[in-house]
């Protein structure tokens, strides 16, 4: 597509519950990132994937945060059992791999109630 | 000490005023500087990056990287109201984490007509 795509555009889910989030990266980008925003704290670092490579997963907060990349391409993050501070917005962005910056989608709004 | 700091403002400007927003970092091994601005409810939008220090202009962009001093900045010409908006200086190197970026906390910045 013609850019980075996320989904859903906000959820909105029960402590305690599992949620999942998607991101559809440009076509041909090998690198997608997870970062997590939230007041006060701004932009963090939570994985990478590079192509089919294992993830470096050293941004993700705890052990109820993982993802997976299918195919080099689509990216699901998970969270379990969700906690009030997993209220945030989970932004997507994919690179061709190089260190020119990269592209951001409009990212999942959580809000965990 | 966060490694990047940057002041959350908010700054604002009469139409057609200079803006000038700044970052200092601490991680000297930094090599990648960009500046991404971001609408509310958006995700961040890449508008200039640099790698090493010295200048690159577009348009009315101005980005600036003194990495002796460890401070970048961007100054805004002829600013617009369309210009509000935050402003996330970010900056990377190359590491296990790909080009993960670290980012300062964002300056809102409103220019009023």
């Known amino acids: 597509g013609a850019g980075v795509s996320q989904s859903p555009s906000n959820k909105v889910t029960e402590k305690g519950k599992d949620v999942e989030l998607r991101c559809d990266p440009i076509s041909g980008h090998t690198a997608l990132y997870w970062y997590r925003q939230s007041l006060g704290q701004g932009l963090e670092f939570l994985i990478y994937?590079?192509?089919?490579?294992?993830?470096?997963k050293s941004g993700l907060p705890s052990d109820r945060f993982s993802a997976e990349r299918t195919g080099g391409s689509v990216s699901t993050l998970t969270i379990q059992r969700t906690q009030q501070e997993d209220s945030a917005v989970y932004l997507c962005?994919?690179?061709?791999?190089?260190?020119?910056?990269?592209?951001f989608g409009s990212g999942t709004r959580l809000t965990v109630v | 000490q966060k490694e990047v700091e940057q002041d959350p403002g908010p700054l604002s400007v009469p139409e057609g005023a200079i803006v000038s927003l700044n970052c200092t970092y601490s991680?000297?091994?930094?090599?990648?500087f960009m500046w991404y601005r971001q609408y509310s409810r958006k995700g961040p939008e890449l508008l200039m990056y640099?790698?090493?220090?010295g200048n690159k202009e577009d348009g009315r962009f101005t980005a600036q990287v003194d990495k002796s001093s460890k401070y970048i900045s961007l100054f805004i010409r002829d600013s617009q109201p369309s210009d509000s908006a935050t402003y996330l200086c970010?900056?990377?190197?190359?590491?296990?984490?790909?080009?993960?970026?670290?980012f300062g906390k964002g300056t809102s910045l409103l220019v009023t007509p």
């Open positions: 970010a900056m990377s190197l190359n590491s296990n984490s790909g080009y993960a970026l670290n």
């Open positions: 962005a994919s690179s061709p791999g190089t260190g020119g910056g990269y592209t």
């Open positions: 640099t790698y090493s220090s």
């Open positions: 991680n000297s091994a930094f090599q990648y």
């Open positions: 994937f590079q192509g089919n490579s294992a993830p470096d």
